[in-house]
């Protein structure tokens, strides 16, 4: 069948963005399938080009679904926050796109950089709107603080991409909660060695 029945079109188009993320995450673009994204969606192949056109227009809707989350999150920031506020929350919503992220830095791995777009449009706006609170925010200069918002991105991304057990191992804790809050310490301490600003 198309799609199940009684969903909805904006749902049905909603499962397959879902399921083509976490494809796009697990296996990359080459190796995804429109059949696996179709199974895990519930709908047929011949639904996805309704909503997509092809596979490089749904990979194009991946990027631009997390990209708007990301830049709905950089909305709810404040000009006077701290970072002390800013990294946990950030870590968190890290957390739950992680699927986004892999996919990411899996094109990264798979094609050597990203494309022009997301590299000079979309990921040079969301450095630039921290950079911009941390220079607001502190006084400190726009070289330092793209320097410590590149820095700690990158570090997030990779802890982020970390399962959850190697994160556990990795900081000999028992606990999820622990390790996150190790990441954070770390993450925090870098931003403030990076900036030169003390603790809050």
Known sequence: MPRIKGRKPETTREAVLEAAIWAFAEYGFDNATLAVIAQKAGVTAAT??????????????????????????????KPDENY???????????????NGIRVILRNVIETGSLDREVREVRMGAAFEIVARLAVNRYGVREKAARDATVAVTHLITRFVTNSREDNRRAFTVTTDEEARDRIVAILLQTARVLLDIPAA
């Open 48 to 77: 996805l080009p309704y909503h997509f056109t092809d596979k490089k227009g749904l990979w194009d809707a991946v990027i631009d679904a997390f990209y708007k989350e990301l830049f709905q999150f950089a909305a709810t920031l």
């Open 84 to 98: 002390e506020d800013v990294l946990p929350r950030f870590y968190d919503w890290s957390i739950e796109n992680r």
